[in-house]
């Protein structure tokens, strides 16, 4: 029964769309209305600007992170594992606010951030080079959660962490096959500091 209740406030805990919130805070509207439609820190950022978008991010990772730790409250690595899951899920499909949400980067990086710090900052500095070099957040994020399960094998991490960070790379993956679709044709919009252009976190 712990490991029930560890998933549902995971998931509960990740449905809290600090997205939604701030730019409704902020903007008085709904980010889901702006650029991508997409309720993450990348749209954030380009529709409300670096302080709201720093408040989102932060919250988002918080989120994943303290899901990680209601885990471990309630069980081993394990529970831990799920209570992260379902915070991405949440995080995604958002039990408050229609099942609408973001892509699940920054709830993820705060999931795998509580569990393998040393993994997870390997793949923050893979997502930035690949943002300073390209200028495309959403291939940043495709090749940092790629990363994560290679690291978490090449760190010798428990069994459970390693299926987490498969899980979790595969979870990103498909969020973002309709970026994969214009990465290839061409069309993704790159990265730019100004609003309204679209996000993809």
């Known amino acids: ?17 600090f997205g939604i919130i701030v730019t409704k805070l902020f903007l008085k509207t709904d980010i889901r ?25 932060v919250g988002d990772i918080l989120k994943g992170a303290l899901s990680v730790y209601i885990g471990l409250y309630f069980g081993d690595n394990l529970y831990a594992v799920a209570a992260g899951l379902a915070a991405m899920a949440g995080h995604s499909y958002p039990l408050y606010f229609g099942f609408k949400g973001g ?3 920054a709830t993820g990086c705060g999931v795998i951030l509580a569990l393998v ?20 957040v959403s291939l940043g994020s ?8 290679i690291d978490a094998i090449l760190f010798a991490k428990p069994m459970p962490i390693i299926i987490l960070c498969f899980l979790a790379a595969g ?5 973002h ?3 994969i679709i214009r990465l290839y044709h061409g069309n993704e919009n790159k990265f730019m500091w100004k609003r309204d252009n679209g996000g993809v976190l």
Request: charged share 10%.
């Open 1 to 17: 029964m712990k490991f029930v209740y560890a998933v549902i406030l995971g998931y509960m805990i990740g449905s809290i769309s």
């Open 103 to 105: 892509k699940g980067v």
């Open 142 to 149: 495709l090749l940092g959660a790629l990363s994560v399960p």
């Open 171 to 175: 979870f990103v993956i498909i969020r």
């Open 33 to 57: 209305t702006y650029g991508s439609g997409n309720a993450g820190v990348t749209n954030v950022l380009r529709a409300a600007g670096k302080g709201p978008a720093a408040i989102v991010l």
């Open 177 to 179: 096959r309709t970026n």
């Open 117 to 136: 710090p040393d993994v997870t900052i390997i793949a923050a500095s893979i997502f930035v080079l690949t943002i300073i070099i390209t200028r495309y």
